[in-house]
Each structure stands twice: as structure tokens, then as C-alpha cells.
């Protein structure tokens, strides 16, 4: 992965700025700010650092994906797949409380119910 773009998206997923959600990368709401999944905030920082990406705010798309990463943002970032998958697999409760096994950054956003803090931690060990 991009160490700056690897930097960037740690600070952002620290830094309380975007609330989290799942399930979309961006989920538009009515009278209230977006939610975003952990792929969502990477899409953010590529828009913001002025990759030309196609963003649609009310369907909460990039290059017309709502729920995994461009292609576009994967190869700006540096990684190898639409979902940040990462090298090993981690046993965490899923939000039910189930043992499970996941390897990728959308698991662990959805099923396991990681904080952005938890999941940029992820991020800095695994990339």
C-alpha cells in the first residue's frame, strides 16, 4: 500500500470526522450528515487529495460503486482488491457475538462491528 495514502487514511479514521456505518460506502440520510464504511472514508481522501473520481452524493457512489472500492481508488491507494483484503486471518465476534474468521477491511466494518479506531490499527498492521 502507498504509505502516504496508508498515513492519510489512518489519520482520517482516527480523527472522528466521518461517523461510521455499513453496508455503503457513503449512506445518504435524510436531515443528517453521511455515514461512511472504512473503504467509504478511503474514497473521501482519494476525492479530497484530487483523484478524478465520479461521486454521486445522493446514491453514496464512486465511479458508480456504492459498496466496494473502484478500481480506480484500489490502484491509487495501492491495493490488491475491492473489499482490503489484507494477509492473515483474524478471529473476532462478529455483532452477535459469534466467533468468526475475516480477512478483509469490509468484515471487519460489518460483520465485526471494529471502530474506525480498531480498524485503522488493522490498517497499519496489515498494509
Do not use: H
Not at 483523484?51 to 465511479?63: F, M, Q, R, S
Not at 478500481?71 to 491495493?79: H, K, N, P, V
Not at 489484507?86 to 471494529?114: H, M, P, Q, R, T
Request: charged share 25%.
Amino acid at each position: 500500500m502507498d504509505e502516504r495514502v496508508k498515513a492519510l487514511w489512518i489519520d482520517a479514521l482516527k480523527s472522528g470526522d466521518y461517523e461510521q456505518g455499513e453496508g455503503r460506502l457513503r449512506r445518504t440520510r435524510w436531515n443528517a450528515p453521511p455515514s461512511y464504511c472504512c473503504l467509504g472514508v478511503l474514497c473521501e481522501i482519494a476525492v479530497k487529495d484530487g483523484l478524478d473520481v465520479k461521486v454521486d452524493p445522493v446514491y453514496g457512489t464512486y465511479n458508480d460503486e456504492g459498496a466496494v472500492l473502484p478500481s480506480r481508488i484500489q490502484e491509487w491507494a495501492g491495493l490488491g482488491s475491492y473489499d482490503g483484503t489484507f494477509g492473515v486471518d483474524l478471529k473476532v465476534n462478529d455483532s452477535n457475538g459469534e466467533e468468526c474468521i475475516v480477512s478483509n477491511l469490509i468484515s471487519l466494518n460489518d460483520a465485526a462491528g471494529y471502530t474506525f479506531e480498531q480498524i485503522a490499527d488493522v490498517i497499519n498492521e496489515q498494509f
